[in-house]
């Protein structure tokens, strides 16, 4: 479904990304974890090109992203991406979140599109506020709304930036819920989260990285039931965020 | 000292001298403030475009114009297009393109300011969407913009409307030269200045009233 060869990527004269290969199959949930400045947030931008990579190969579903002449709108509307601060527009009411790309980017008739967002609304339980604006919403709900208007594209793999990071602690519950159950459905999801819990309940995979380099990269059993064969730096980082 | 006459105005002076002028000030500010607007919000996106030279000749239009004393712009562009095409091109023509032209200059930086003000996470969650970066801009980025700095807008509009009575430099009839007609007619200059003082004034006050509460109420609806 997804997959990264060799990638590179510079600030300026700042390496962020240091020859990041993985491959990630359909229906598989990958978490990627990491200290803060290890390049996790900017590999998953990569694979919908929000960062421009300078070196290696990345394809989606067959689709060479790297290549310029690859239509990036057209990739991008199918690859749904989940913000750490929500990014809902907040001049638009919620059903106006849920509808714009579908009517501007897939041709959908106003009709079609505000069936389709109150269905994805319905299921992450916020139907109540389809007329509200984001601002009137907590951050949770504001979350779920932001999953919600990522699934009416039909995404075919869901990238998750850090989703629970801004939301208050009370409120972490019911968007890692929504995310569960999509788990549940089979879809293909990227997720860069701390929360270790929802790694170990629904997590196919784990990817930890570094500096910009991918350290491990294992099945889930393998990275919390072998804690003796990861390398030093991720015995490390799980020693200190496990304790807690 | 002074002594005052007020008696001369009339409703009948007021339709004869005043209503005319008055008309064309307003025109005059709505024109210049709605086509201002629109080159300004592109010379905004020019100027924040990737374009080095696009941002370039943007930056270079908007600091010139700022740089110069609007009353010399409007002298200038009526005295000199004639000179260039060979024929007169009209008062208020003049004074519209002028005002177009000089304002969009300051609208330019309220609008690129507002550009500015809308997260850079607006445009990635647009893009993501699969937007192309022109929807974004006109879908999300934009209206942001535009409701973020509509205070602002006004407040300039609100400074618009008394530099209109700069078009005396080229002998226009607004709103300052209706009165200056009457108080000629009727001998009475510094009562007709004063009463042009206190009706700028009033309009003005009145309309930075209505900016205020307007600024209000968009703070409760975000």
């Known amino acids: 479904m997804i997959e990264l060869k060799h990638v590179s990527k510079w600030y300026g004269q700042t390496q962020v990304l240091n020859d990041c290969s993985t491959q990630i199959a359909l229906g598989e949930v990958v978490v990627i974890c990491g200290p803060s400045g290890s390049g996790k947030s900017t590999l998953i931008k990569t694979i919908n090109a929000l960062e421009p990579i300078q070196q290696g190969e990345i394809y989606v579903d067959g689709v060479p992203v790297h290549d310029p002449a690859t239509s990036l709108p057209t990739l991008r509307s199918h690859v749904g991406m989940v913000f750490q601060h929500f990014e809902l527009f907040p001049h638009l009411s919620v059903m106006e979140n849920l509808t714009l790309a579908q009517i501007k980017v897939l041709g959908r008739s106003v009709d079609q599109a505000t069936t389709h967002g109150l269905k994805y609304l319905e299921r992450v339980g916020l139907l109540a506020h389809k007329d509200k604006y984001p601002a009137q919403l907590s951050g949770g709900q504001q979350q779920r709304v932001a999953i919600a208007r990522a699934l009416t594209m039909d995404p075919k793999v869901m990238l998750f930036d850090e989703p629970t990071s801004a939301l208050d602690p009370e409120m972490v519950g019911e968007v890692l819920d929504v995310m569960t159950s999509l788990a549940h459905d089979g879809m293909t999801m990227m997720c860069v989260t701390h929360e270790m819990g929802f790694a170990k309940r629904v997590g196919t995979r784990v990817i930890f990285m570094d500096v910009g380099r991918i350290v491990e990269d294992c099945s889930k059993d393998e990275f919390f039931n072998h804690p003796e064969r990861r390398q030093a730096r991720t015995k490390e980082f799980l020693g200190k965020i496990l304790q807690h | ?222």
């Open chain 2, 1 to 222: 000292m002074l002594d005052l006459d007020l008696s001369f105005v009339t409703l009948e002076l007021m339709r004869k001298f005043i209503l005319q002028g008055f008309v064309f000030s307003v025109q005059l500010t709505v024109v210049a403030s709605l086509g201002g607007l629109v080159i300004g919000t592109l010379l905004a996106i020019c100027r924040l475009s990737g374009w080095k030279t696009l941002a370039a000749l943007s930056a270079f239009y908007v600091n010139t114009m700022r740089s110069i004393p609007l009353v010399m712009v409007i002298l200038w562009f009526y005295l000199l297009i004639p000179l260039l095409t060979g024929h007169s091109i009209g008062v208020e023509f003049s004074a519209y393109f002028t005002f177009v032209a000089f304002e969009a200059a300051y609208f330019s930086e309220i609008m690129r300011a507002g550009i500015s003000s809308v997260s850079p996470g607006q445009k990635n969650a647009a893009l993501a969407l699969g937007l192309t970066p022109a929807q974004s801009l006109q879908q999300v980025i934009l209206p942001q913009a535009f409701r973020n700095m509509l205070p602002v807008i006004f407040t300039q509009t609100i400074v618009l409307f008394q530099d209109t009575s700069l078009v005396y430099a080229i002998g226009a009839y607004d709103l300052l030269k209706g009165f200056v007609t009457a108080g000629k007619i009727y001998g009475r200059p510094e009562e007709a200045y004063l009463l042009a003082a206190v009706i700028y004034f009033a309009l003005s006050w009145a309309a930075s009233w209505g900016v205020k509460r307007l600024e209000t109420r968009i703070a409760i609806v975000r």
